[in-house]
């Protein structure tokens, strides 16, 4: 049981390298809501107390400008920095390296401050409040060492209109505990149904498969054994200069090596969210449709 409200966690270090740009602060609500500001929003709604910032430290001035004015208040805020450097052991990081270590070197991050189970989600994905109630609850009555959960969204829920995408489909056993993850690539709509691209060619998948959008539920214990596999990590692909160390990759590992549990929470939620440039205008409806619906107010801080 769970003695302080649950924290959120949310994923701001990336480079958004395909957007082109610092999607994390781009207005995306009616009021010039950031995508992020909406899952503040419903975690607040759903009970977290506090919410913990992962990004980098050369843009962190404007990142809390943007944030900090209208959180004030609302709801406990820290930042952490992820940079190559942290947990690296010593080790000499290649100057060719630019790019950060991944999902779970970002939470590894996080290591010192820690203090309360906790939800980690991307900063410029829409999960939805079905979700984030849902997370609060497990972290509240269920979230143990060792006993950890993964959202599952639908499948149709988080397909594009755009073009293919990939998704990792969700294995789980007779008792909703995860067995594993495969990585699905290409998938895309036809005719109302779903397929995915197989090197034997095209294969439908039911709607209602379960996918990780890269919500987990933990506890500050699940970080401290990501250490040891974080030293294994470097020791593997220091100098592979894309290689990543990824939440998803950390848990199932821990599935694997019998140290702990993933529990899939299916949610009825609708994601989306902001890969490339063409993906912005359809957020911005999305989220105008909510607000229109009434499920969201005009303006998230008045």
Same mark, same amino acid.
């Given at each position: 049981?769970?003695?302080?409200?649950?924290?959120?966690?949310?994923?701001?270090a990336g480079?958004?390298?395909r957007?082109?740009?610092?999607?994390?602060?781009?207005? =995306? &609500?009616? %009021?010039?809501?950031?995508?992020?500001?909406?899952? *503040?929003? $419903? +975690?607040?709604? @759903?009970?977290?107390?506090?919410?913990?910032?992962?990004?980098?430290?050369?843009?962190?001035?404007?990142?809390?400008?943007?944030?900090?004015?209208?959180?004030?208040?609302?709801?406990?805020?820290?930042?952490?920095?992820?940079?190559?450097?942290?947990y690296?052991?010593?080790?000499?990081?290649?100057?060719?390296?630019?790019?950060? =270590? &991944?999902? %779970?070197?970002?939470?590894?991050?996080?290591?010192? *401050?820690? $203090? +309360?189970?906790? @939800?980690?989600?991307?900063?410029?994905?829409?999960?939805?409040?079905?979700?984030?109630?849902?997370?609060?609850?497990?972290?509240?009555?269920?979230?143990?060492?060792?006993?950890?959960?993964?959202?599952?969204?639908?499948?149709?829920?988080?397909?594009?209109?755009?073009?293919?995408?990939?998704?990792?489909?969700?294995?789980?056993?007779?008792?909703?505990?995860?067995?594993?993850?495969?990585?699905?690539?290409e998938?895309?709509?036809?005719?109302?149904?779903?397929?995915?691209?197989?090197?034997?060619?095209?294969?439908?998948?039911?709607?209602?498969?379960?996918?990780?959008?890269n919500?987990?539920?933990?506890?500050?214990?699940?970080?401290?054994?990501?250490?040891?596999?974080?030293?294994?990590f470097?020791?593997?692909?220091?100098?592979?200069?894309?290689?990543?160390?990824?939440?998803?990759?950390?848990?199932?590992?821990l599935?694997?090596?019998?140290?702990?549990v993933?529990?899939?929470?299916?949610?009825?939620?609708?994601?989306?969210?902001?890969?490339?440039?063409?993906?912005?205008?359809?957020?911005?409806?999305?989220?105008?449709?909510?607000?229109?619906?009434?499920?969201?107010?005009?303006?998230?801080?008045?």
């Amino acid at each position: 049981m769970a003695l302080k409200k649950p924290s959120l966690v949310i994923l701001a270090a990336g480079m958004a390298s395909r957007y082109g740009g610092n999607k994390q602060t781009e207005s =995306f &609500g009616p %009021s010039g809501e950031t995508i992020m500001e909406y899952s *503040i929003y $419903d +975690a607040i709604k @759903a009970g977290f107390g506090k919410v913990i910032f992962i990004i980098r430290e050369e843009f962190a001035e404007a990142f809390k400008g943007v944030i900090e004015p209208k959180l004030k208040g609302r709801i406990e805020t820290e930042y952490v920095y992820q940079s190559l450097e942290k947990y690296s052991g010593g080790r000499a990081i290649p100057a060719e390296r630019v790019k950060p =270590f &991944g999902t %779970s070197h970002a939470l590894l991050c996080c290591k010192e *401050i820690l $203090d +309360a189970p906790f @939800a980690v989600i991307n900063a410029d994905d829409f999960y939805g409040f079905d979700a984030f109630e849902k997370a609060a609850d497990f972290l509240n009555t269920a979230v143990s060492n060792g006993v950890y959960a993964c959202l599952g969204y639908e499948l149709k829920n988080t397909l594009s209109d755009n073009g293919s995408v990939t998704r990792g489909e969700i294995h789980v056993n007779a008792a909703g505990e995860m067995t594993g993850i495969t990585e699905r690539r290409e998938i895309y709509k036809k005719e109302g149904k779903a397929f995915t691209k197989t090197p034997e060619g095209d294969v439908e998948l039911p709607l209602d498969t379960k996918v990780s959008m890269n919500f987990f539920c933990f506890t500050p214990d699940f970080v401290n054994w990501s250490a040891l596999e974080y030293e294994k990590f470097l020791d593997k692909n220091l100098n592979e200069l894309k290689a990543e160390f990824l939440i998803p990759e950390v848990s199932d590992e821990l599935i694997k090596s019998g140290n702990g549990v993933v529990k899939m929470i299916p949610t009825q939620a609708i994601w989306f969210g902001v890969t490339f440039k063409e993906d912005a205008p359809v957020v911005k409806a999305a989220l105008q449709e909510l607000t229109d619906k009434g499920l969201y107010p005009q303006n998230l801080w008045i």
